[in-house]
């Protein structure tokens, strides 16, 4: 599945940075466009809006019990709870719970303005590219787990950049600071300290520095050292990896489009995703292995069928001389069986006596036959009517016998199996 990244812009709906992902790995496109310019969203392409860092804030709150991402008061919970940490009135904002988050625990949530968020979803929708998923820029990279490398990220342009700060603290506790710090940077860096923006727990030393073209510059005047390289479209398709979905609460999906979306992410990580390389490969030469063991078996079966074909000729020449040309063995040897019993004047199995004294020692009780029609192979024996487990019960007893019998109207047939087959 192909994907449709949008940055959503800090203001009003207007002109949106699109990037184009073929797999989810590398990146076929990139620009910036209106809603009704951008790429279409055909069938088979997910379109994913990522919320800039700026936009959003980051809060820990326990998780009363009973209280899950599931839960209808779940918004009114957490405006509760957060109340003396927002600037805005609650019901001004969209609440979006972590994705691993559990009633009764300590969990991160994501603050962002509701009809700022809402009014650019409904762009989208209105272009004909409604957002699948929605996730963050950047998200905090310690949240009760072990943290991740600090890393250091300046974007934007020169007369605005920001710098993104994740991993410098980890912890735990419900009013701990969250590892996520966005701060704006001035164009002039030579008034500018460093310590004086780093958090107290944050060693400007161990950071991993990584800076868009337009402020790379800025980034190592600022870090005293060289940056990593990254491109806007670059750091949307990482983003887009996140576990993280802000698309919750009255912005949620259905259950069914939900698991659709993991399943397809599924598939894209299967065929495209680098880690899954071991398995893919894993999984060819499985294949592989496979075909080249039912080859192998096909070769088997089909010498040995050529084996018993050529055994089978052998046996019919030695016992018929006379057959110069093999055809068909089994055919020409019945055939040749045949002439030598009636030149011998030997009874063969289609002949009335033995018919007769075939169907004389399975009937039984049957009704008696109101006439007997002989044909070479065939007696009808009319007015006899079998049931269907009489029926059973007789053929059971002829086929051992080299017949068969079956009913026809107001008739009971008895035949040979070679005439039957």
């Given at each position: 599945?192909?994907?449709?990244?949008?940055?959503?812009?800090?203001?009003?709906?207007?002109?949106?940075?699109y990037?184009?992902?073929?797999?989810?790995?590398?990146?076929?496109?990139?620009?910036?466009?209106?809603?009704?310019?951008?790429?279409?969203?055909?069938?088979?392409?997910?379109?994913?809006?990522?919320?800039?860092?700026?936009?959003?804030?980051?809060?820990?709150?326990?998780?009363?019990?009973?209280?899950?991402?599931?839960?209808?008061?779940?918004?009114?919970?957490?405006?509760g709870?957060?109340?003396?940490r927002?600037?805005?009135?609650?019901?001004?904002?969209?609440?979006?719970?972590a994705?691993?988050?559990?009633?009764?625990?300590?969990?991160?949530?994501?603050v962002?303005?509701?009809?700022?968020?809402?009014a650019?979803?409904?762009?989208?929708?209105a272009?004909?590219?409604?957002?699948?998923r929605?996730?963050?820029?950047?998200?905090?990279?310690?949240?009760?787990?072990?943290?991740?490398?600090?890393?250091?990220?300046?974007?934007?342009e020169?007369?605005?950049?920001?710098l993104i700060?994740?991993?410098?603290?980890?912890?735990?506790?419900?009013d701990?600071?969250?590892?996520?710090?966005?701060?704006p940077?001035?164009?002039?860096?030579?008034?500018l300290?460093?310590?004086?923006?780093?958090?107290?727990?944050?060693?400007?030393?161990?950071?991993?520095?990584?800076?868009?073209?337009?402020?790379?510059?800025?980034?190592?005047?600022l870090?005293?050292?060289?940056?990593?390289?990254?491109?806007?479209?670059?750091?949307?398709?990482?983003?887009?990896r996140?576990?993280?979905?802000?698309a919750?609460?009255?912005?949620?999906?259905?259950?069914?489009?939900r698991?659709?979306?993991?399943?397809?992410a599924?598939?894209?990580?299967l065929?495209?995703?680098?880690?899954?390389?071991p398995?893919?490969?894993?999984?060819?030469?499985?294949?592989?292995?496979?075909?080249?063991?039912?080859?192998?078996?096909?070769?088997?079966?089909?010498?040995?069928?050529?084996?018993?074909?050529?055994?089978?000729?052998?046996?019919?020449?030695?016992?018929?001389?006379q057959?110069?040309v093999?055809?068909?063995?089994?055919?020409?040897?019945?055939?040749?069986?045949?002439?030598?019993?009636?030149?011998?004047?030997?009874?063969?199995?289609?002949?009335?006596?033995p018919?007769?004294?075939?169907?004389?020692?399975?009937?039984?009780?049957?009704?008696?036959?109101?006439?007997?029609?002989?044909?070479?192979?065939?007696?009808r024996?009319?007015?006899?009517?079998?049931?269907?487990d009489?029926m059973?019960?007789?053929?059971?007893?002829?086929r051992?016998?080299?017949?068969?019998?079956?009913?026809?109207s107001?008739?009971?047939?008895?035949?040979?199996?070679?005439?039957?087959s």
């Amino acid at each position: 599945m192909s994907l449709l990244l949008l940055a959503l812009p800090p203001g009003a709906p207007g002109g949106y940075s699109y990037a184009l992902s073929r797999d989810g790995i590398g990146l076929a496109d990139h620009g910036l466009t209106t809603p009704a310019l951008l790429p279409p969203a055909a069938r088979g392409t997910e379109v994913v809006a990522i919320v800039p860092a700026r936009r959003l804030s980051w809060h820990r709150v326990a998780l009363p019990k009973g209280i899950g991402p599931g839960s209808p008061r779940l918004a009114a919970v957490l405006a509760g709870l957060l109340e003396d940490r927002l600037l805005d009135d609650p019901e001004r904002l969209h609440f979006a719970l972590a994705p691993d988050a559990r009633p009764g625990e300590t969990v991160c949530v994501a603050v962002c303005d509701k009809a700022w968020l809402t009014a650019h979803l409904k762009a989208l929708e209105a272009a004909g590219r409604p957002a699948a998923r929605i996730v963050p820029e950047a998200e905090p990279r310690a949240n009760g787990h072990a943290p991740d490398t600090p890393r250091a990220l300046v974007t934007g342009e020169p007369d605005e950049a920001e710098l993104i700060l994740t991993g410098c603290v980890s912890h735990d506790a419900p009013d701990a600071p969250i590892d996520l710090h966005v701060l704006p940077l001035p164009h002039d860096t030579q008034t500018l300290r460093l310590p004086a923006l780093l958090p107290d727990a944050c060693d400007a030393d161990a950071l991993e520095l990584l800076a868009e073209p337009p402020v790379a510059q800025l980034a190592e005047q600022l870090f005293q050292r060289p940056a990593q390289l990254i491109t806007p479209a670059q750091r949307w398709l990482a983003a887009s990896r996140s576990r993280w979905d802000l698309a919750q609460m009255d912005l949620a999906q259905s259950r069914r489009a939900r698991a659709a979306r993991r399943l397809v992410a599924l598939g894209r990580d299967l065929l495209y995703a680098p880690p899954w390389r071991p398995a893919r490969w894993g999984l060819v030469l499985l294949v592989a292995i496979h075909l080249v063991g039912l080859n192998a078996r096909a070769w088997y079966e089909k010498n040995d069928l050529a084996a018993r074909r050529a055994q089978l000729a052998a046996t019919l020449t030695a016992t018929f001389p006379q057959v110069k040309v093999i055809i068909d063995a089994p055919a020409q040897m019945a055939r040749a069986v045949q002439q030598l019993r009636q030149t011998s004047g030997g009874a063969s199995p289609g002949d009335l006596e033995p018919m007769l004294a075939a169907w004389a020692g399975v009937s039984g009780s049957a009704a008696m036959p109101a006439a007997i029609d002989y044909s070479p192979g065939q007696l009808r024996l009319t007015s006899v009517k079998l049931t269907t487990d009489q029926m059973t019960q007789i053929n059971a007893r002829l086929r051992p016998q080299g017949y068969q019998i079956q009913t026809e109207s107001d008739a009971a047939v008895l035949r040979t199996l070679a005439e039957v087959s």
